[in-house]
Nanobody, 124 residues
Framework: QVQLVESGGGLVQAGDSLRLSCVAS????????MGWFRQAPGKEREFVAT????????YYADSVKGRFTIFRDNAKNTVYLQMNSLKPEDTAVYYC?????????????????WGQGTQVTVSS
C-alpha cells in the first residue's frame, strides 16, 4: 500500500507557472506508475498526465499537452507536475494517484491509491 500527499497548489494569475509535488510513503514507489488528475467545480474528475514507474514514458491530456510536464524522482519518492502558461480553465483540485504495472494509465479505475488533492486557482 502507498499513501500520497500533494502540495504546491495556490492562487496564481493566468500565464503563471506552478509546480505540484506528490510524495509517496513506503519503499516501493518505483514500482508504481503515477498519474495526475483534476476536478473542477461542478465537473467530473479528469485525467491530466501519467508517467511510467521508471519515468521513461509519459502521456498527457490534449488540454495540457505542451504546457504541463510530469516527471518523477524515485530516490525522493516524489512525482511532480510542472504547470506552465496556466489558464483559468486549469482551476481545479489536483490529485495524484498510483497504479501498479509496467505501463502508464489514463483510466481512473487503474489507480487504487489517491492523495487528498491540492487546490489550484488561476485568475484571469
Amino acid at each position: 500500500q502507498v499513501q500520497l500527499v500533494e502540495s504546491g497548489g495556490g492562487l496564481v494569475q493566468a500565464g503563471d507557472s506552478l509546480r505540484l509535488s506528490c510524495v509517496a510513503s513506503g519503499r516501493t514507489f518505483s514500482s508504481y506508475a503515477m498519474g495526475w488528475f483534476r476536478q473542477a467545480p461542478g465537473k467530473e474528475r479528469e485525467f491530466v498526465a501519467t508517467i511510467t514507474r521508471g519515468g521513461s514514458r509519459t502521456y498527457y491530456a490534449d488540454s495540457v499537452k505542451g504546457r504541463f510536464t510530469i516527471f518523477r524522482d524515485n530516490a525522493k519518492n516524489t512525482v511532480y507536475l510542472q504547470m506552465n502558461s496556466l489558464k483559468p480553465e486549469d482551476t481545479a483540485v489536483y490529485y495524484c494517484a498510483a497504479a501498479q504495472g509496467t505501463n502508464y494509465y489514463v483510466a481512473e479505475r487503474m489507480y487504487p491509491y489517491w492523495g487528498q488533492g491540492t487546490q489550484v486557482t488561476v485568475s484571469s
